[in-house]
């Protein structure tokens, strides 16, 4: 270890003292020079891993802010040296971030906001990393179950500091549908009255966008839910179905009609696509999205095609000759 203040202090050991003494500012400082020296030598895993003691470190402490430049350095770190995303690198970046809960003494509310903040930071810029080094392949492997446990945790802050509709985007992405619907529940209550009916219709399309059938079930049962609660029903709605409404309560019958064989996937894609058409207004008017979802849902689950264009059809006629 080299000379008391040198400013250089190799051993881990001697830092964690430092930060358990009440030296956290100058701990943090070492840990990132010592992260810097070890990157320079191309030992950036050593250097992350440096980064990431010392990130839990300093939170055990109680000192989330200073352990947040501290975290941000691994990630810039990965992404660098365009770690791989797979489960190795996914599940130190998810030590990292889950540091952040084990803030100690956090009973006061502006500590426990400042760790919760601290994190959400963090967990950000990981899942940035993460995204920027996705495979283009036009048929991308499954992501990493740890990538899954990053986005189901930042969800869950999300919807913790009220940010509802970024938790949504985060908790569909984590393949957690019942999280998913669960908060949507819970949000259905603070929007308009008047677009409850197309807020609902949204998420519920949005789970059943997915070929998953755990998201299909969760849609299912969200859908029953928000019927049952009135949530699908506009201002002055309350005893006619509105449109988006019967679009829905169609288009789960007619998954129960394929479920029982009674419907082949043929006549399931032609009948989905005859309910698409009828309440193309519906679905198109108020939010464009809504529809895109609708077609989304119509390919996971009804082998429903949209119709080729006239340069498509064009583009046949060559293929035939």
Known sequence: MAQEGT?????????????????AYEASQLYLSQMGRLRQQGRFVEAEDVGIRGSVALVREGNASMATPLA??????????????????CGRLSRL????????????????ADSAGQKLLVSGAALK?????????????????ALLA?????????????????????????????????LVKRWASKGYAGERDLFGARCVLHLLASSSPRAAAAARRLYEELVAQGGLRGEGSKDAATPLENFLTLTFKLLLLMESFSVGKTGAAAAYGALLQSYRPALMGRDPKVGLLAQRAGSA???????PGPMQGLMDMFKAK
């Open 97 to 112: 971030v889950a540091a952040f809960d084990k803030l100690p003494g956090a009973t006061d509310a502006a500590d426990a």
């Open 301 to 307: 689950h009804f082998g429903w095609k949209p119709p």
């Open 150 to 182: 990053l986005h189901g945790a930042r969800a869950s802050d999300l919807a913790a500091a009220g940010r509802y509709g970024e938790a949504a985007k985060h908790y569909a992405r984590a393949d957690q549908p019942e999280q998913y619907a669960a």
């Open 129 to 145: 990393f993460a995204s920027s080094q996705a495979s283009p392949q036009a048929s991308p492997p499954p992501p990493p179950r």
């Open 72 to 89: 941000l350095k691994v990630v810039e770190s990965l992404t660098a040296r365009k770690a791989p995303v797979d489960e190795e690198t």
């Open 7 to 23: 400013l250089r202090v190799d051993n881990e050991a001697e830092l964690e003292r430092r930060v358990a003494i009440g030296d």
